[in-house]
C-alpha cells in the first residue's frame, strides 16, 4: 500500500498568511494526488484533484502542485474561513490511502 | 444538486454485522463510480470501498477485505455497504461520497454524504 504523510500536523498562521502544506508518498503517484478541506462536524470538501487541478468553485487562492512523491497546497492569502484540516489523498493506486491532515488554526 | 443520505448506521455488537445504505439524487447516479469513505471519532480520513459504474471495478482497504461488501443498485440509485464481523476499530462515522471523475472508479470524490455513525461495542 502506498502511504501518505504530510507537514506539518498543526500550522499556526494569521489572516493574510501565505500557507504551504507538504504530502509525500511512499511510492511514486504521478500526480493523482487530490486535496481536501474539512471542518468540525461536516463533511470534507474537495479543493484540488489530478495534483493541481482546482475543483469548481473553489476559490483562486487555493493552489495545488508537485508530481511523484512530493506535492503541496498553497493558500495565498489566509482567510478566516479557511482554519481547517486538510487532508491529501492519493488515487494511484488501490487503496487509495489518505494523509493524516494538517490542522490549520489561529495564531 | 446533488445530495447524497446515508442510513442504516448504529450501535451494533463485535461480531455482529450492519448494512449501510446511500440514497443519491441530483445527477445520473449510473453515470458515475461510488466510495465509502470512514472517520473514526477524532481522528483522519480512511478509504474503505469503491465501485465503478456497472459494479465491474471494486477496491477495498486492507483493514475491511474479507468483512465488508460493497454494492449498488443502480434502477434504485442506491450505493450500500454490507459490514460483517465488526470489530471495535471499525467505529467510525461513514460517508458515501461520489467519485470525481465518471464511471470509472478514478479515486478522489467530489461530492459527499453527511455521513451516519457506526458503534461496534458490547
Known amino acids: 500500500d502506498i502511504q501518505m504523510t504530510q507537514s506539518p500536523s498543526t500550522l499556526s498562521a494569521s489572516v493574510g498568511d501565505r500557507v504551504t502544506i507538504t504530502c509525500r508518498a511512499s511510492q511514486s503517484i504521478s500526480s493523482w494526488l487530490a486535496w481536501y478541506q474539512q471542518k468540525p462536524g461536516k463533511a470534507p470538501k474537495l479543493l484540488i484533484y489530478?495534483?493541481?487541478s482546482l475543483e469548481s468553485g473553489v476559490p483562486s487562492r487555493f493552489s495545488g502542485s508537485g508530481s511523484g512523491t512530493e506535492f503541496t497546497l498553497t493558500i495565498s492569502s489566509l482567510q478566516p474561513d479557511d482554519f481547517a484540516t486538510y487532508y491529501c489523498?492519493?488515487?494511484?493506486?488501490?487503496?487509495?490511502?489518505f494523509g493524516p491532515g494538517t490542522k490549520v488554526d489561529i495564531k | 444538486e446533488v445530495q447524497l443520505v446515508e442510513s442504516g448506521g448504529g450501535l451494533v455488537q463485535p461480531g455482529r454485522s450492519l448494512r449501510l445504505s446511500c440514497a443519491a439524487s441530483g445527477f445520473t447516479f449510473d453515470d458515475y463510480a461510488m466510495h465509502w469513505v470512514r472517520q473514526a471519532p477524532g481522528k483522519g480520513l480512511e478509504w474503505v470501498s469503491g465501485i465503478s459504474w456497472n459494479s465491474g471495478s471494486i477496491g477495498y482497504a486492507d483493514s475491511v477485505k474479507g468483512r465488508f461488501t460493497i454494492s449498488r443498485d443502480n434502477a434504485k440509485n442506491s450505493l450500500y455497504l454490507q459490514m460483517n464481523s465488526l470489530r471495535a476499530e471499525d467505529t467510525a462515522l461513514y460517508y458515501c461520497a461520489k467519485d470525481g471523475e465518471g464511471g470509472i472508479l478514478t479515486g478522489y470524490c467530489d461530492y459527499w454524504g453527511q455521513g451516519t455513525l457506526v458503534t461496534v461495542s458490547s
Open positions: 489523498q492519493q488515487y494511484n493506486s488501490y487503496p487509495f490511502t
Open positions: 489530478k495534483a493541481s
